[in-house]
């Protein structure tokens, strides 16, 4: 996956804005990209230029060498809150992709009730999306998003309107799945205890039009499962990298 010198303006004349600055940024197969950065710098302008819903001004995005020409199932969204069908039960978000796909019935129920079970709301499939908690609905979101088993998954500060504790499970849950699955994932985030945390490798963007400013490689995404959360967030080596973003970020901000 590689972004090369992509620019995005937005608007005309008086009212240009430029949100991305010739962004350069490559990452193989399998790695999980934390990207942070000031608001406004443009971390959800170049989500959306992966996942094809915004074309780049100029600059090319490449996914496995070839050019995106716009969404595909191989890229999965998650938006900071669900987007989830209200009108649908927990089933029938969870099946909504390979639907869309045209898949057989059984295959949406296998995939669908797989994901389901991975997340813990096998139990609730039948209810609707208003009867689920904000951290259930996300982990609904992120079901869906799985069930059309894309290689790549895209999160725009998916954790972002959840309490501390439900937050920490979420980026227990996430860091398992992605360990499991092999897939590639860029994360956006507010926090760069969570970019840190989960990251392969932390992004960060500077204010406004962004520019990638740093990257991180991070080792902490590997070992949480056998040390337990709080003890890598603890660990000394961890608030130093943590330490280090912030105050790359707050160097930019000045
Ligand atoms: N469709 C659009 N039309 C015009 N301007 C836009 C559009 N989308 C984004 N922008 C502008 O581009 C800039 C970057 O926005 P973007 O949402 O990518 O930033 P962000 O880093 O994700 O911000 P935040 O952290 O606050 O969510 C902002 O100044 C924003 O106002």
Known sequence: MAFTDVSVTFGQGKDTVQALDRVSLGFGRGSFISVVGPSGCGKTTLLHVLAGFQKPSSGR???????????GADRGVVFQQGALFPWMTVAGNAAFGPRMRGASRREREERAGHWLRVVGLWDFRDRYPYELSGGMQQRLAIARALAN?????????????????TRERMQEELQAVWRSSGMTLLFITHSVEEAVFLGTDVVVMSPRPGRIVGRFPSPFAQDAATRGTRTVKSDQAFVALREQ?????????A
């Not at 088993?149 to 504790?165: I, N, R, S, Y």
């Not at 973003?245 to 901000?253: F, K, N, P, S």
């Open 61 to 71: 995005v490449t996914v496995g060498g070839t050019e995106i020409r716009g969404t």
């Open 245 to 253: 973003v912030l105050g790359l970020i707050l160097e930019g901000a």
């Open 149 to 165: 088993d894309p290689a790549m998954l895209l999160m725009d500060e998916p954790f972002g309107a959840l309490d501390a504790l």
